[in-house]
């Protein structure tokens, strides 16, 4: 994870000063600053160290700022942390903060950075997202989330209110960039102990990010308002933000469409009509996912997958251009490799199948799964596995009548989710749909997935393809190793890769600063302004 | 009749006891929990969770813990996957919605399908009929979740009359559409069984007699025909009555209205057994409710009812 983070970026990012965006020659603001975004359910958490998911961290990020912020572009940007100083050894991080108070006026302190860490390790917490604190490699972490330490052994001290000391357990060169994901956050240590956990509730939250939170109707609606005690505040636009739950895609674009909305996901297969109807709202961007047809190897799967010439078929006969242009028809890209295309530095090996025309792919199929002893005849018989949702549906739909010519026979069995992931987790499967997103822009996020000891659902295990990733680690340059390891996966097809995401929305275009080149789709509404239509 | 209600109190809350029983267990059985994710969590992070919610804990042992704090404390504990709430606030915020949308659209199901179905009994076999009839089939066919996203199309995009979705108790326009589109076809059913059970009536010797004594046509249906076409009504409306202030997923979903009828089928899917549980005793102590309230109801509308 090495190269995770472009370090000179990086550096010339923290000597300037933090900034937002601004509009440009030309632009006239809004009288009225208002955006009001769209969710697809309700936000679970508001709790730094109990929030799960992109909607929840999408508002953690205007209610709280960690020692780090991103720019608008997405680097690194100093936020609470002033500066900061290392150790020639890189295992003391010692940080100032700026001088910011909370929105109820008390002073952030270094403190309070104590408190929400300890917090996360605390087994008490019982934080799902506890191992981020063991990925930043702070000191002692997984002994206290294994109740082995107690929290104050915690690597991490306050040395005055300003001051703020880390110790890490291992040199850990992306350190800094884990600072701005929201389980980093600060959380007002005075607040959490008074109110318990109805702390993250409107009438009691306190945050230090350039929003408050104005109310929130659970599963309805949530608004923030900017933040005056913010330290940035004067560059602050958007005066607020609303978050407007609209459980359907479809009701969710008929209000877009009728201006409840500023910003709505296009359901699927309506993006080529309606970047027709209005280029200038609908727009595609990748997104950092991957979705594969994970083949299960180990004890407990099927004998035919075992054979490396029937997975090679498999992989071979997806017609996967079919899949993208006329099932999903919204910017996703066929995939070939596991690793995202548009992932930073990136760049997938060649020659592999994704350069054969089809009917030399098909024949070479049917040749390996006659040297395997299937064919038309004798056809492999397998169970492909999804969870309930109408896309999967149909690209299973798809995969089946791509396999079936061939001899390959899939049955499909359409299961809820919570009996999906869990019959994947303890492989109780034969095919089974996945997909995987991005934690970090870097190829690793997606290559660890395979590793022997990683999630690999599949149980595939490669001795060089868990070396190459070691290596990774600590290597200069990253891009022929990850090459590599994706050349093991082309060759033994640990799972056959469907497609790679796009992000497809509508956004309305007097809504300026929302970025559309960051693959991992975070967003600060402090970024963002309203021109006049 | 006394004694009637404190007999059926007393069945139902063994009946409840059992049905929490019953729930849990079955709940506890299906695959899956509540932190199996698309990312297995690491074994000591899912350990703490565990033990923070006492899953760890043999089934009998967590039945108990529940029963006690539920029937002692009236507390039912703290949702799995909203951890900043507990199942009491979920309840305290949803349920409201829903009794205030599901409680209008059951007044105005009420109200107009008993409406259609006495006119259309009254002018049986004339144009009215028809159109009555008509009426109630095609409110009938229309299925809530075809009907939901039209009316937001045609008053919210086309219109902009009403706005597409959320709710608010200060403003009545939210609830406009949810109630449309939950009562139609309740109102259709209630508009239906009103006008064959009034023709029944309408043909019996009471009504016949009222007739001959020279009574006018309006107290003939008011006094003597309504009443006892009412009860196969009102024996439909029990049930009817509890699903619909105990919501409609689907309505919640298209309007986004935040009721409990989307928080309870999220809760099975997410393996939030919390929520699914006080959702459970929610609905089922309703329903207990208002079967006996029924029964009581026919008791004072048929006097050959007694118990």
Known sequence: MTKLFATTALLTALAMPAFAVQPAEGETLAENQTYTYWLLDAIKSLDPALNTDVEGSDALRSLFEGLMTESATGEMIPGMAESHEVSDDGLTYTFTLREATWSNGDPVTADDFVFAW???????????????????????????????????????????????????????????????????YPVPRAVVEEHGQAWTQPANIVGNGAYTLASHNLGVEIVFQK?????????????????????????????Y?????????????????????????????????????????????????????????????????????????????????????????????????????????????????????????????????????????????????????????????????????????????????????ADYNEASTFLDWFR????????????????????????????????????????????????????????????????????LNTWYAKDLYRVAE | MFAFILRRLAVAIPTLLLLIVFSFVLMHLAPGGPFTGERALPPQVLANLEAQYGLNDPLWLQIWNYLVSVVIHFDFGPSFVYPDRTVNQLIANGFPVTLTYGGLSFLAAVILGVSLGVVAAIWHNSWVDYLAVGISIGAQVLPNFVMAPLLVLVFTLWYRWLPGGGWSFNDPSFSVMPVIALSTSYMASIARITRSSMLEVLGSNHIRTARAKGMPEH????????????????????????????????????????????????????????????????????????????DVLYAWIDPKIRY
């Not at chain 1, 607020?240 to 008929?254: E, I, P, Q, S």
């Not at chain 1, 594969?292 to 006969?317: C, F, H, I, W």
């Not at chain 1, 340059?477 to 996966?489: G, V, W």
């Not at chain 2, 619909?244 to 689907?250: E, L, R, Y």
């Open chain 1, 257 to 437: 469409q009728a201006g409840e909305l500023d910003r709505v996901q296009i359901p699927a297969g309506q993006f080529p009509r309606l970047s027709e109807q209005f280029p200038d709202q609908a727009v595609s961007v990748p997104q950092g996912c991957s979705y594969a047809y994970v083949l299960n190897l180990g004890e407990t799967g099927p004998e035919a997958l075992k054979d490396q010439r029937v997975r090679e078929a498999m992989a071979l006969s997806l017609n996967r251009e079919v899949i993208v242009d006329q099932v999903l028809q919204g910017g996703q890209r066929a995939a070939y490799s596991w690793t995202h295309w548009a992932i930073d530095g990136f760049a997938a090996p060649e020659g592999g199948m994704q350069d054969m025309p089809m009917d030399q792919r098909l024949e070479r199929a049917r040749e390996l799964l006659a040297e395997a002893g299937y064919g038309p005849d004798n056809p492999v018989r397998l169970q492909l596995q999804y969870n309930t949702d109408e896309s999967h549906r149909l690209l299973a739909i798809a995969a089946q009548q791509f396999w079936r010519p061939l001899g390959i026979q899939v049955e499909l069995n359409n299961v809820e989710w919570a009996v999906h992931t869990d019959r994947l987790q303890s492989g109780n499967f034969e095919v089974a749909r996945y997909a995987w997103c």
């Open chain 1, 118 to 184: 300890q917090r996360v390790v605390t087994p008490e917490t019982a934080s799902e997202y506890a191992w981020y604190i063991e990925l930043m490699n702070i000191d002692n972490a997984t002994a206290i989330i294994a109740g082995e330490m107690t929290p104050d052994q915690l690597g991490v001290a306050a040395l005055d209110d300003r001051t703020l000391q880390v110790t890490l357990s291992a040199p850990t060169p992306y350190f800094l960039n884990t600072l701005s994901h929201a389980t980093t």
């Open chain 1, 227 to 255: 933040n005056p005690a913010y330290w940035d505040a004067e560059n602050v636009v958007m005066e607020t933000v609303r978050g407007v739950t609209v459980n359907d895609t479809n009701v969710a674009l008929t209000r």
């Open chain 2, 219 to 294: 107290r003939v249906i008011i006094r003597h025909a309504l009443k006892p076409a009412m009860l196969p009504v009102i024996s439909y409306l029990g049930p009817v009555f509890v699903s619909m202030i105990t919501g409609s997923v689907v309505i919640d979903i298209y309007f986004s209205t935040g009721g409990i009828g989307k928080a309870f089928v999220d809760s099975a899917l997410n393996r939030d057994y919390a929520v699914m549980m006080g959702v459970t005793i929610l609905v089922g102590a309703l329903t207990i409710l208002f079967n006996l309230i029924v």
């Open chain 1, 452 to 519: 022997t000891d990683g999630y690999n659902s599949g149980k595939w295990s490669n001795a060089e393809y868990d070396q190459l990733l070691a290596d990774a680690r600590t290597a200069e340059d990253t891009a022929p190793l990850y090459q590599r390891a994706e050349e093991i996966l082309a060759e033994e097809v640990p799972a056959v890769f469907v497609y790679h995401y796009a992000k497809v929305d509508m956004i309305n275009p007097a809504i300026k600063g929302l970025p559309r080149e960051n693959l």
